[in-house]
């Protein structure tokens, strides 16, 4: 009776996994479907083996626990992304998902067979098991969460995102939730814990006692190939355990090998600039002077006043500058991705969506202006994330002087505090200054000071009108930069563009979300000196000001503001040179996945 129970639970499981498997992939040859039929068979038989050999019933609380578990790991990955790319992806399956699920209900079962039958303080390696099983349940559960809210499967750029997220702009991503929502999910996660204590605590008074000993031995031995199996990275010779090969692990490892390979950046500094050159190799102009860069962030153009009618005066001081000769205003720029890691690792270096360098191999535009004869500065109020030496992070310490406004756990640094560090820089040298701004960050709310709203009640969330207020706060700081770097630091050029855009109305989203996510605002403005010496630049930026634009070409951009030529500038690539090559039918977006052409949406 009892065997007959334990065949049915196997023929059930192995019917019902196959199948699901075979209906949430896409693009199965017959090849792939026989060897998918044969591989599951031993992992079903495994997934029912230990607890048949014990005499643990099916429906205790000990193989519950271990069976919920395994099918969290079957279910989630696959589905969600059958659900996200069913449509656009016509060859995709995740079969060692499965495999890893079934596997994971034997190697838990015979854990805890081992622990009650060898009664060594069973109560306490229970509650380790049922922690260790809370955790592997919860990285489903975070998927779930995660489809639910940007209702797509977590893909690479969000696996990026969570890596190079600062730890104040978690703790603001999860208060921007309702206390509803939060309560919620910590409840769930409280409830679930719970349960699997309680379903695993309530097995101590079961009898487990396996047949004989060679059905003990079965089961240690099925433990003990289980655990390399499934948890050791290298079996043998380019052969990994299941686990990092299941399809959420394997897209960590890709985006945390990503991060290896672009600390090769300063691995390989010194060996790039040894072929650089560039010339003239000091400023043209007649004393000290210097040129900044002003980084948004999340900034969008559509809702800007100095770039769209739009009812509320959102950047005034930018706006009053519109028919200064002085000020240049490019109203068709765009963003090359909705992220501000791949960003600005291309604005600011020659790779980019047009040609096939990498990151990691490329000059940037802080190695192009210190041969060019400037200091260089990075001063940032993003964070800084060194712990993950992600791509901006590298290339800002390439800087002479690189420094983070000082980020407290809990507590926001508003951009006007970047002000007492540009006074830093040293008037008597020539200097290169990058300045990047929080911007319009999300939460909005917590990018100005209170006392600076100028739309709605200070304090009180409004998605519209924080974001409003955070655009008129950046407009607020760059004409502070501007006025204290013509002043002190002989300003000759200043440079503003954002990282990428946003949708103010709606949560953002780790993917393409939409032109209005890519629509960035860019302007330049110049001095006297520079435009009588650099009359070509400026005359060519003033002609082309309402062509289209990428910001992963700000780089060439520089290089022609700099006035230089160099064996790594292509000056097709510059905005600021007749020999600019795009069009708006020739651009990109998403890392070169769409055309700019497409945009047919209304500002």
């Not at 487990?208 to 089961?219: F, G, M, T, V």
């Not at 205003?329 to 969506?353: D, G, K, W």
Request: aromatic share 16%; with cysteine; net charge neutral.
């Amino acid at each position: 009776m009892f065997l007959n129970i334990y065949l049915a639970a196997f023929v059930f499981l192995y019917i019902a996994a196959y199948c699901f498997y075979v209906k949430i992939s896409h693009g199965l040859g017959h090849k792939a479907e026989y060897l998918q039929l044969r591989r599951f068979l031993p992992c079903t038989a495994l997934a029912v083996l230990p607890a048949a050999l014990a005499g643990i019933p099916l429906t205790s609380g000990l193989y519950i626990s271990s069976l919920l578990v395994g099918l969290a790991w079957i279910v989630t990955y696959p589905t969600l992304y059958y659900f996200s790319n069913r449509k656009i992806s016509s060859d995709f399956g995740f079969h060692l998902d499965f495999v890893f699920g079934l596997y994971l209900i034997s190697w838990l079962t015979s854990l805890k067979i081992l622990v009650l039958t060898s009664n060594i303080i069973p109560v306490f390696f229970l509650t380790v098991i049922s922690l260790v099983e809370f955790i592997l349940f919860f990285i489903p559960f975070s998927q779930w969460c995660y489809y639910y809210t940007y209702g797509a499967c977590i893909d690479i750029n969000g696996i990026t995102l969570i890596q190079d997220t600062h730890y104040n702009e978690i703790i603001e991503f999860i208060r921007s939730f309702s206390k509803k929502t939060i309560f919620f999910v910590v409840c769930s996660a409280g409830i679930i814990l719970f349960s699997i204590l309680f379903l695993n605590l309530s097995s101590l008074e079961l009898l487990i006692s396996p047949s004989d000993n060679i059905s003990l031995l079965i089961i240690i031995a099925t433990c003990i190939f289980l655990t390399f199996y499934l948890w050791k990275r290298y079996l043998w010779k380019n052969n990994r355990g299941v686990f990092v090969r299941t399809g959420i692990i394997e897209l960590y490892l890709d985006v945390k090998k990503y991060m290896e390979n672009s600390k090769l950046y300063t691995k390989n500094m010194e060996e790039r600039i040894k072929k650089l050159s560039v010339t003239p190799t000091k400023p043209v102009f007649g004393k000290p002077s210097t040129i900044v860069l002003v980084i948004g962030e999340s900034a969008s153009r559509d809702y800007m006043s100095a770039f769209v009618d739009y009812p509320y005066d959102s950047t005034p001081w930018l706006h009053s500058k519109k028919n200064d000769e002085h000020f240049i205003l490019f109203p068709n720029s765009y963003a090359s991705i909705i992220h501000t890691v791949p960003a600005l690792e291309r604005a600011l270096t020659e790779c980019n969506q047009y040609n096939d360098k990498e990151f990691y191999a490329s000059i940037s535009i802080i190695d192009i202006a210190r041969k060019a004869g400037y200091q260089t500065y990075w001063y940032s109020n993003q964070g800084h994330l060194g712990s993950a030496d992600t791509p901006v992070t590298l290339l800002a310490e390439t800087s002479d002087t690189a420094k983070w406004t000082k980020q407290r756990l809990n507590t926001v640094q508003y951009d006007g505090s970047l002000l007492e560090y540009i006074k830093e820089v040293n008037p008597q040298e020539n200097n290169f200054v990058i300045i990047h701004l929080k911007g319009s960050h999300f939460n909005f709310i917590n990018r100005y000071p209170r006392e600076f709203t100028k739309w709605g009640k200070p304090g009180k969330y409004d998605l519209i009108l924080n974001y409003l207020n955070s655009l008129a706060y950046t407009d607020h700081v760059i004409e502070k930069i501007y006025n204290y770097a013509t002043e002190k630091l002989n300003l000759q050029a200043l440079l503003y563009f954002s990282d990428h855009a946003t949708r103010p109305d709606k949560r953002r989203s780790p993917n393409f979300d939409g032109f209005a996510t890519v629509r960035i605002p860019m302007f330049a403005c110049f001095s006297d000196e520079y435009i009588e010496k650099n009359k070509s630049v400026y005359e060519t930026l003033k002609l082309h000001k309402d062509y289209y634009f990428t910001n992963d070409l700000v780089y060439e951009l520089l290089c022609s503001i700099f006035g230089i030529s160099s064996n790594h500038f292509d000056e097709t690539n510059s905005l600021a040179s007749p020999k600019y090559r795009y069009t708006r039918e020739m651009l990109k977006t998403n890392l070169g996945k769409l055309s700019i052409k497409d945009d047919t949406t209304s500002n």
